[in-house]
């Protein structure tokens, strides 16, 4: 059963919004490489704000995916295009269908 989960919020810089939605859809083919990553979204909230959910069975799964290619992608990225850092939230799931 997925346990937890992450939820970033990406604010993209004016003028990166498509770098932004490109960056974050070609990151499926790593998420899908994580065996811990239960499942993975990448989503758009308004023109410039973006967001990836994630969930995952256990503590090392996430942790394995905070330290994994996807993370380390994005932090090297963010400068060029995020007008704010990254906001990484853990969480907990509470009930899901």
């Known amino acids: 059963m997925k346990k937890l989960g992450l939820l970033v919020r990406l604010e993209a ?16 083919p790593l998420a899908l490489e994580e065996a811990g990553t239960v499942t993975w979204y990448a989503f ?33 990225n963010a400068p060029d295009l995020l007008a704010t850092p990254p906001s990484i939230e853990k969480l907990d799931i509470l009930a899901a269908k």
């Open 44 to 76: 758009r909230i308004d023109a410039s704000t973006f967001g990836i959910y994630d969930t995952f069975s256990n503590e090392e799964g996430r942790e394995a995916h905070l330290g994994g290619k996807i993370a380390k992608a994005l932090m090297e």
């Open 13 to 28: 810089k004016a003028g990166q919004e498509k770098n932004v939605e490109d960056f974050i859809t070609g990151a499926l």
